[in-house]
């Protein structure tokens, strides 16, 4: 499956890439269990529990590539500097990588194209974010005056420079999830889409529902047990409400959309919230995995990224896996019918229902996506049948690993099928990809 | 030997009023010196590790904030029993002006976070210098009664000779503090002491090093925020100025600590460094650091010899060792 023709590399055959395993730390809530860790320290967490799992120690691994969305400027070299305090051989390279919400899942998708091509044997793809231990600048008045202070030679040029600074300037800049282009929040565009798209709340409520119901019985039967590494205290993702309700969820107040002309429905409980974590996945080619007797989870057969004009208001920030979605399935011949499992991250919950009735729209998937009726309908059963961003949280750049390691473990375990990836991310943008069992 | 049971872990700020107490006594004539160490183990239940001290701590030297307690923290956390064996009345060296002269740490596994502990220290070794007389403190820390952490640290009181049950030739302290802890050796005082500690003789031929550790100037209150160790030798240039010091100097610890990170930056559970203070590092001041790696006696496992010296100095500030296995450092 991973040899498509017309994928861009003519008919070369190369070979299979495959997910070996993964390891993420529970997810914390924000200013929570980790406040005080660094992304490199949860990182390197991350990547302790992978090496300690598959007897990495040591190892020189092909390529680590992974990233964080809110990163320092001085861990500008992050990946490598986790690679070089964690116990992989020294001689491991690595690189960072930034597409947003999007980056966990281009790191794999990047790994497992340089091990389909030969250029690796093994790599160790994923992300890791910190809400808690964001950054912060200073104004762009007191940046400009310290860089022009630290230019200045004569007593005269430096008062200059320090007479330019004004009170304002001293107040700080912490990241926010706003759209540069636009000013508006990630949850003020989500609003416009579900207002768009007639998502009612109590869809959202019941997704978010589910999200938990689900997440907290994958934890009961055993299926983190060996994609976790406990840290600072956390054994499980402390954003998970085992006991939560649609009643409970029902009485949340929304908190986006209230300046909409339709009824606000997104609230705290059917959005993510800020939070803290990493995740990894070891991938790597079958000789490597059958020669260090390492198991095959699952294979990574292909992916494709997307990006809409939101700007303009022509489409929703976080439509643009609908847009993927199509070219990677007609790519491959595959129609929803053929996968058993769907993880579409939930960045929002009516962002997974915005593209679910985008998809079964035929006047949209004609117009927008220029197929020639509804592209399909996706069986909810098989939807994040493990929990997904709701009720774990969502480490931005860590999701991607998070799910990858966890689709290619359901896949495992049910022996056959395909499973399809869904990821939104800022700016516009998605990747979508594909899994198949051995 | 006897074993005393502490009723908690002691606080260090109480240890060195008793200290300071004791050294008067001793000062005015009314508590003998005794010519043979107290017969005891002190013990003292620990822990769990607090989270955020240990953040800060793994921060400070350069670690990843791993749950694995970094073996130099654990020597801290259990540091106030050793501390509590020197203060005792009935130990024959004066505790004020003692020179921390090396280190030696064995781990057979890391402590974890959340893990209570125990630790054990007592004195042994008691052994005339050729400056004074040096004393072995050892410290051992368990979890569920298994070993699992075993530091040995030697001290030497300047000019002090126990023979006969009394102190021969008291010296006046030279920084008159009562420095329980490592890298407090006054030996940078241009008092031409500088015999009193080992690596003296031959020349020192810096090698080429491998990295540089600028030492900011609040190095010792930063360390003593996360240690616990409020020693003011390390705190500041007036208050060392006061314990005789020209400058605030680095705790060894904090030095130890960064040496084991930069050795061994994922430090196996099994682990031992040894580490030798041949001269303070004053702060501010910036250290060349040589990292050389080979071989442990026997093959298979790292061990890497790491020095730090000051530029010109004609002594390192120390010389150490780091292996990623348990091994006695009595026998290496």
Same mark, same amino acid.
């Given at each position: ?438 | ?54 953040? $800060?701590?793994?921060?400070?030297? =350069?670690? +990843?904030?791993?749950?694995? @307690? /970094?073996? #130099?923290?654990? !020597? ?118 500088? $015999?009193?500690?080992?690596?003296? =003789?031959? +020349?020192?031929?810096?090698? @080429? /090093?491998? #990295?540089?550790? !600028? ?118």
């Amino acid at each position: 499956m991973s040899n498509q023709p017309g994928a861009g590399a003519g008919t070369t055959t190369v070979r299979n890439a495959v997910v070996i395993g993964g390891n993420r730390i529970p997810f914390a809530r924000s200013g929570g269990a980790y406040a005080h860790s660094s992304n490199k320290d949860m990182l390197i967490a991350a990547l302790d529990g992978l090496v300690a799992r598959f007897g990495l120690q040591g190892e020189r691994v092909g390529e680590v590539a992974a990233g964080a969305v809110l990163k320092h400027s001085r861990d500008f070299n992050l990946t490598r500097e986790a690679v070089l305090g964690s116990a992989l051989s020294a001689h491991t390279p690595a690189y960072d990588l930034q597409q947003a919400c999007a980056t966990g899942l281009e790191t794999v998708v990047g790994l497992a194209n340089k091990i389909k091509l030969g250029q690796i044997d093994s790599g160790i793809a994923g992300g890791v974010d910190s809400a808690s231990d964001a950054p912060i600048v200073v104004s762009e008045g007191l940046r400009r005056v310290l860089l022009d202070l630290s230019r200045a030679r004569t007593p005269k040029q430096k008062l200059a420079a320090v007479s330019r600074l004004r009170p304002r300037d001293l107040a700080p800049n912490a990241p926010t999830t706003g759209e540069p282009r636009t000013g508006l929040s990630m949850g003020e565009h989500q609003a416009l889409t579900t207002a768009a798209w007639g998502i009612t709340r109590e869809a959202q409520d019941e997704l978010a529902y589910s999200s938990h119901a689900n997440l907290a019985a994958a934890y009961e039967r055993g299926f983190f047990e060996d994609l976790m590494t406990p840290y600072r205290g956390l054994t499980r993702d402390a954003n998970l409400r085992a006991d939560t309700s649609l009643e409970k969820l029902a009485k949340l107040k929304p908190v986006f959309g209230a300046g909409l002309d339709t009824p606000a429905t997104m609230t705290a409980g059917n959005s993510t919230p800020l939070t803290d974590g990493a995740a990894v996945v070891l991938l790597g080619s079958e000789d490597y995995a059958r020669a260090n007797n390492l198991p095959m989870l699952a294979n990574v057969v292909d992916a494709e990224a997307a990006a809409v004009d939101f700007v303009n208001g022509q489409e929703g920030l976080l439509m643009a896996p609908v847009y993927a979605m199509p070219r990677l399935l007609q790519r491959n011949g595959l129609h929803f019918d053929d996968f058993d499992f769907f993880e579409i991250h939930e960045a929002f919950a009516s962002t997974v229902l915005s593209s679910i009735a985008a998809w079964e729209s035929e006047e949209f998937c004609r117009t927008r996506l220029g197929l020639d009726g509804a592209l399909g309908k996706i069986n909810r059963s098989k939807l994040n049948v493990n929990g997904s961003s709701l009720a774990a949280g969502h480490p931005f750049a860590a999701t991607g690993g998070r799910i990858v390691a966890s689709l290619a473990k359901a896949l495992a375990e049910k022996g056959s099928g395909r499973g399809l990836i869904s990821v939104c991310a800022a700016g516009g943008q998605g990747v979508v990809a594909i899994l198949e069992a051995r | 030997m006897n074993e005393v049971v502490l009723p908690a872990m002691p606080a260090l700020a109480g240890l060195y009023r008793q200290a300071v107490v004791g050294a008067v006594l001793r000062r005015a004539g009314r508590r003998s010196a005794a010519s043979a160490l107290p017969v005891v183990r002190l013990r003292a239940s620990g822990g769990p590790v607090d989270r955020e001290r240990l953040t $800060a701590f793994q921060h400070l030297v =350069g670690q +990843a904030a791993r749950d694995a @307690v /970094p073996s #130099a923290h654990v !020597h801290t956390l259990a540091f106030p029993v050793a501390m509590s064996v020197m203060a005792r009345p009935d130990f024959p060296l004066p505790l004020l002006g003692m020179v921390h002269l090396s280190n030696t740490v064995v781990q057979t596994r890391a402590l974890r976070v959340g893990e209570e502990f125990e630790s054990v220290a007592y004195a042994e070794n008691l052994s005339p210098h050729r400056s004074g007389t040096s004393v072995d403190l050892v410290t051992e820390v368990s979890v569920d009664g298994e070993r699992i952490w075993t530091g040995r640290s030697v001290y030497l009181a300047r000019g002090v000779r126990t023979v006969n049950g009394r102190e021969e030739h008291p010296e006046p302290s030279p920084d008159g503090f009562p420095d329980g802890s490592p890298g407090t050796s006054p030996a940078a005082t241009d008092d031409g002491r500088d $015999a009193a500690l080992p690596g003296n =003789g031959d +020349a020192f031929i810096p090698p @080429v /090093p491998t #990295a540089q550790w !600028h030492l900011a100037s609040d190095t010792g209150r930063a360390y003593a925020a996360v240690s616990g160790d409020w020693n003011p030798i390390h705190l500041s240039a007036p208050s060392a100025r006061l314990l005789g010091m020209k400058r605030a100097i680095a705790h060894g610890v904090y030095l130890a600590a960064r040496m084991v990170e930069l050795a061994e930056p994922a430090a196996p559970d099994a682990l031992s460094w040894g580490v030798n203070f041949l001269s303070p590092a004053l702060l501010p001041g910036t250290l060349a650091v040589a990292v050389r790696p080979g071989e442990a006696t026997g093959g298979s496992v790292r061990r890497t010899e790491v020095t730090g010296w000051a530029s010109g100095a004609k002594r390192p500030s120390f010389t150490g060792w780091v292996t990623g296995q348990a091994v006695d450092p009595a026998s290496p």
